[in-house]
């Protein structure tokens, strides 16, 4: 789960929690402010009662409890009634208002009141007002966090196009908080990487460079040997000289390429494989195209990965042809050969072969394991009825 959501959900936490303590407090301080004044007035209502006849004395109650006088049709919420020799009091609420009603009747003589505002209904109020500006001030903490944390995203999706072999990836955020130092860091430390990278790749291709030249050479001195078993042991030295650093170079390009991404057919990608091994027997393979699928890849270098897999398969198969299956979403390369002796991500270790008498030194499928890693892809083994089975499955 994204540091985003988490916060998004601890706010949201937060924001019911408030909430409903928010309402809870009101509904207790409603019911205590209900009591107390119905109390209060109920005090009032019997002072009013026994001076209903004496109009001064009213006037005196009046003024010194603030009433008004109002209309008595007004529907009210009833709080307190008290039934009394020949008439009632009642205390009351109107729907949506501060103000108490009281309601007096004796015989034919009949009045009604309405309060003035109480200190502690404005105090409430004020309560109220605290717990809506707490909510409001937490809407606005999660705002500003949000904005303080947005750039870790840039550099979330920075650090995975560098992290793709996009060297030239820089985040360039001004700040002077840590988010700041975190992303100055980072322009850093790639800028210091891109150069030994890059640094590294010419050196490589110079020596690479350099090692054809002597290697062409010395391929046209061995024409000049006549003895036809030093010439073969020189071709094969100079051979395997060559597939080594085509392999060493391969590899360290490997690092650093982009890919070229488009979609194709497996048939295609099986194609542009065997096209790449020119094998001139084509009684040596097999093809089961079950299902011709689509990819999305780098084609070129998926068939150095499955080029480099049919060659191992042709290397070391007992008996031929080997088998190319492609079903289910899933390309097969299959081989009658023995078992492999170690688990299959030791073979993808650069110089392990299974067996050192073969040729070759070990860098194939440590360059298909790049490759796939490139494509976010697996190289899956299995051994079933005496073959070997080499498989990438394709989401």
């Not at 009013?48 to 109009?55: E, G, K, S």
């Not at 299902?291 to 150095?304: G, Q």
């Not at 080029?307 to 899933?330: F, G, R, S, V």
């Not at 490139?374 to 073959?387: A, I, M």
Request: glycine share 2%; no cysteine; proline share 1%.
């Amino acid at each position: 789960m994204s540091l985003f959501k988490k916060i998004t959900i601890l706010f949201i936490i937060s924001f019911i929690l408030m909430t409903i303590i928010g309402l809870w407090i009101d509904i207790i301080n409603n019911n205590r402010l209900n009591n107390l004044i119905k109390d209060k007035y109920k005090k009032v209502a019997n002072e009013l009662f026994i001076n209903i006849y004496n109009n001064e004395d009213i006037k005196i109650i009046e003024k010194k409890y603030g009433l008004k006088k109002i209309s008595s049709e007004k529907s009210i919420n009833i709080l307190h009634k008290e039934n009394l020799t020949f008439g009632y009091i009642i205390i009351g609420k109107q729907s949506f208002s501060d103000e108490f009603i009281i309601k007096i009747k004796y015989l034919d003589e009949e009045l009604t009141y309405e309060t003035q505002d109480e200190d502690d209904i404005r105090d409430k109020n004020i309560l109220n007002v605290l717990i809506f500006l707490d909510i409001f001030v937490l809407i606005l903490i999660f705002l500003y966090i949000f904005k303080l944390l947005a750039p870790l995203k840039k550099i979330n999706l920075k650090m995975k196009d560098f992290s793709q072999g996009k060297l030239e990836t820089r985040i360039n955020i001004e700040s002077n908080d840590e988010i700041g130092e975190l992303a100055s860091s980072f322009d850093s430390m790639a800028s210091n990487l891109e150069n030994l990278i890059k640094t590294r790749e010419v050196l490589l291709r110079d020596i690479g460079h350099e090692l054809r030249t002597p290697i062409a050479k010395g391929k046209f001195a061995i024409e000049k040997i006549e003895n036809n078993s030093q010439k073969e042991v020189f071709k094969k030295i100079f051979s395997d000289l060559e597939i080594l650093t085509n392999d060493l170079i391969e590899l360290e390009k490997l690092n650093t390429q982009s890919l070229e991404i488009k979609k194709f057919s497996v048939d295609t990608l099986v194609l542009s494989s065997l096209q790449k091994l020119y094998i001139e027997d084509e009684s040596l393979v097999q093809l089961q195209i079950n299902d011709n699928f689509t990819i999305n890849a780098d084609l070129y270098y998926l068939s150095i990965a499955v080029k480099n897999l049919i060659d191992n398969a042709l290397k070391y198969t007992k008996k031929y042809p080997i088998i190319i299956k492609a079903e289910n979403n899933t390309l097969s390369i299959i081989n009658n050969a023995d078992r492999l002796n170690k688990d299959i991500n030791h073979y993808l270790k650069p110089f392990t072969q299974e067996n050192s008498k073969k040729e070759g030194f070990g860098l194939g499928l440590s360059i298909v394991n790049k490759i796939l890693q490139k494509h976010k892809l697996n190289l899956e083994y299995d051994y079933l009825d005496s073959n070997n089975i080499f498989s990438i499955k394709y989401n």
